[in-house]
């Protein structure tokens, strides 16, 4: 089993920039990678954007490309997300999750959090 807590998010200004941490607990050793997903408001949720545990190889979504970073700290196993420019659409809750290794799909899922841009 793998815990994950997401923290950090808030209202920010159209252009501001906000972080978001998600702490992973658990049996952290048999995670393959970390992913960021949104969803807002009668939309379908989204990959934002994934890091590989080990490897930290990073892919993002076309609409946060040069906006947003992922990044991992080993030494407290929290996966951040920093999130620069934000725009009014990135309105939508936050949610990290983990990929075990040998599996296709995002197994573990944290509880979310709200990120809201005011224009």
């Known amino acids: 089993q793998v815990q994950l807590v997401e923290s950090g998010g808030g209202l920010v200004q159209a252009g501001g920039s906000l972080r978001l941490s998600c702490a992973a607990s658990?049996?952290?050793?048999?995670?393959?990678?970390m992913g960021w997903f949104r969803q807002a408001p009668g939309k379908e949720r989204v990959l934002v954007g994934s890091?590989?545990?080990?490897?930290?190889?990073?892919a993002y979504a076309d609409f946060v490309k040069g906006r947003f970073t992922i990044s991992i700290v080993y030494a407290t196993n929290t996966v951040n997300l920093q999130m620069n420019s934000l725009k009014p659409e990135d309105t939508a809750v936050y949610y990290c999750?983990?990929?075990?290794?040998?599996?296709?799909?995002?197994?573990?899922w944290g509880q979310g959090t709200q990120v809201t841009v005011s224009s």
């Open positions: 890091i590989g545990w080990s490897e930290g190889n990073k």
């Open positions: 999750a983990a990929r075990r290794l040998g599996l296709n799909e995002y197994e573990y």
């Open positions: 658990g049996r952290t050793s048999r995670v393959a990678d």
